[in-house]
């Protein structure tokens, strides 16, 4: 929005200079609770021949909580996974032999 500056000079009347830009004024007041006088609604035939943008994905309830189980079943089954690969290991110190046999 501009400010208004005024310019001085001799004369008792001073004119306003705007800064920054035009600053729109409505032409009338508007109807309470509606559009301004002299403002009509978009036609339908105009709105109508517009192409719509694509919907984004929408999931029902239903929809959204079968992935959301879907992907904590899948987090699950990775948990069991490294859980179980990490207690597979055995503690048991190497033989002589296996390591004989694993250098071969």
């Not at 005024?6 to 509606?34: C, D, E």
């Not at 992907?71 to 207690?87: D, H, P, R, Y």
């Amino acid at each position: 929005m501009g400010t208004l500056g005024t310019i001085g000079s001799k004369s008792t009347r001073r004119q306003a200079v705007q800064f920054g830009g035009p600053v729109a004024k409505p032409r009338a007041l508007a109807a309470p609770g509606g559009r301004p006088r002299g403002v009509r609604p978009p036609s339908a035939r105009a709105l109508a021949g517009q192409p719509r943008p694509a919907p984004a994905l929408q999931l029902t309830r239903r929809g959204l909580a079968v992935v959301v189980g879907f992907f904590a079943a899948l987090f699950a089954v990775a948990a069991v996974v490294v859980v179980g690969s990490f207690l597979s290991v055995s503690d048991a110190p190497l033989t002589a032999a296996e390591v004989s046999a694993l250098i071969r």
